[in-house]
C-alpha cells in the first residue's frame, strides 16, 4: 500500500488528468466471449473509488462460470 500511494503521489497531476478519460472509457466488454469457457472470479471491493462494486456484478453476470466475492470495508 505505502509503494503504491508513493507512486502515486509522486505521478504528476498532468499525467493523471490525462489517464482518467482513458480509464473511465476502457470497455473491454468484446473480450468476454473467451472468458465465458474458463472458471473466473470476479473480486470487488466497497470502497474502491476507480471501479464501483456495480462493475464487478455486471462482470460476473456476464461469465456463467464466475464466482463473484464482494470484499466490505475495503
Do not use: C, K, S, W
Not at 10 to 15: K, L, M, Q, R, W
Not at 35 to 58: F, I, N, S
Amino acid at each position: 500500500m505505502r509503494f503504491t500511494a508513493e507512486m502515486n503521489a509522486a505521478t504528476p497531476i498532468g499525467v493523471v488528468a490525462a489517464f482518467l478519460p482513458l480509464f473511465a472509457g476502457n470497455d473491454q466488454r468484446a473480450a468476454l466471449p473467451v472468458l465465458r469457457r474458463v472458471p473466473a472470479l470476479v473480486v470487488a471491493a466497497e470502497q474502491d473509488r476507480l471501479t464501483p462494486v456495480e462493475h464487478g456484478r455486471d462482470l460476473a453476470e456476464e461469465l456463467p462460470n464466475a464466482e463473484y466475492v464482494e470484499v466490505a470495508d475495503a
